[in-house]
């Protein structure tokens, strides 16, 4: 695999749940932070929440309490549990894996992105 796949958009409508999920198994064997961004229609890309490998985890205050960010080392993957859906939800979210070790095994700050997947929130 040479980027995350991600899976698990669609369309909703407010207050409606959606569960993402993004495979990343590049360097499975090296301990890496995998965080889920998201870009609006003619908006910038922007953070939503991350996690490390050993499962501290960091949201944006605009979905605090709202999503819940989680991860299986086992499966390569992470998820992104999103309640309470709003219309300014709506965007492409991607997967961005970053690499942490740093060992002659684990490039430390290599970067990997998916190519996303589309969420939409209708009102």
């Known amino acids: 695999q040479v980027r995350p796949v991600e899976s698990g958009g669609g369309s909703v409508q407010a207050g409606g749940s959606l569960k993402l999920s993004c495979v990343a198994s590049?360097?499975?064997?090296?301990?890496?932070?995998l965080t889920w961004f998201r870009q609006g229609p003619g908006k910038e890309r922007e953070f939503v929440s991350s996690?490390?490998?050993?499962?501290?985890?960091s949201y944006a205050d605009s979905v605090k309490g709202r999503f819940t960010i989680s991860r299986d080392n086992a499966k390569n993957t992470v998820y992104l549990q999103m309640n309470s859906l709003k219309p300014e939800d709506t965007a492409m979210y991607y997967c961005?894996?970053?690499?942490?070790?740093?060992?002659?095994?684990?490039?430390?700050?290599?970067?990997?992105w998916g190519q996303g997947t589309q969420v939409t929130v209708s009102s």
């Open positions: 996690i490390d490998t050993d499962g501290s985890a």
């Open positions: 590049m360097y499975a064997y090296c301990r890496s932070d």
């Open positions: 961005k894996k970053r690499v942490s070790d740093s060992n002659y095994l684990c490039p430390s700050g290599s970067t990997y």
